[in-house]
């Protein structure tokens, strides 16, 4: 079999694309699982920005959300061979990295929820009256976000943000379906009203 490179492409490269066009995340564990380098690259490369802005979330720091990253692919890349597919890939990474960010957390004092995270690029096509409106709302949502407790912020990142759903959420957090559904209602139901608060 041969590989067409461009001038500035590698092998690497080229199978890295053609991996990750193709070979879904439950193919990917199974070839870490024997030790497959290229394949860990791969789902490293599609997760990560997901599972740091996740950590960031959780523990507030960039610093330590950099390095409880790296320790949830290394625990990957170790465990591996466990992973029983009874549940999505991003479901058994979120898990791996909600351990690591409350063990992280249980180790810090200052366990605040930094308020200054960064808004999201603003898209090209926006004036810079739109993208001033975006920033301002995401500011506002991210500060009721930090009102919420953190039982309730998880809930609310994880089903919003990550999409999760009720059943893949109460896996991730290891509580009961109901307990879910019921924090679910009441943070979606304060976050809303501290959304709509008139500024002072």
């Given at each position: ?16 694309a ?14 870490i ?16 920005t ?5 950590l ?28 029983e ?36 690029v ?39 943000y ?18 879910v559904?019921t ?9 809303l009203?501290w ?6």
């Amino acid at each position: 079999m041969s590989i067409a490179l461009s001038r500035s492409g590698t092998v690497a490269g080229a199978v890295l694309a053609r991996a990750t066009a193709s070979d879904s995340n439950q193919m990917l564990v199974e070839r870490i699982a024997v030790g497959d380098k290229l394949a860990m690259q791969v789902l490293f490369a599609r997760h990560r920005t997901a599972i740091y802005r996740w950590l960031c979330r959780l523990v507030g720091n960039e610093t330590v959300a950099e390095d409880l990253l790296s320790d949830v692919f290394f625990d990957v890349w170790r465990q591996a061979g466990r992973f029983e597919g009874r549940s999505a890939v991003t479901t058994w990474l979120l898990s791996i990295a909600r351990f690591k960010a409350l063990s992280a957390r249980r180790r810090r004092t200052d366990v605040e929820l930094d308020e200054t995270i960064e808004t999201t690029v603003a898209d090209c096509a926006d004036n810079a009256e739109v993208a001033l409106e975006k920033k301002h709302q995401g500011e506002m949502l991210r500060g009721a976000l930090t009102k919420l407790s953190p039982e309730h912020r998880e809930i609310i990142d994880l089903v919003y943000y990550h999409e999760k759903s009720v059943d893949d959420a109460a896996q991730i957090l290891s509580i009961p379906s109901a307990t879910v559904k019921t924090r679910m209602f009441y943070a979606a139901r304060s976050w809303l009203s501290w959304c709509r608060e008139p500024e002072s």
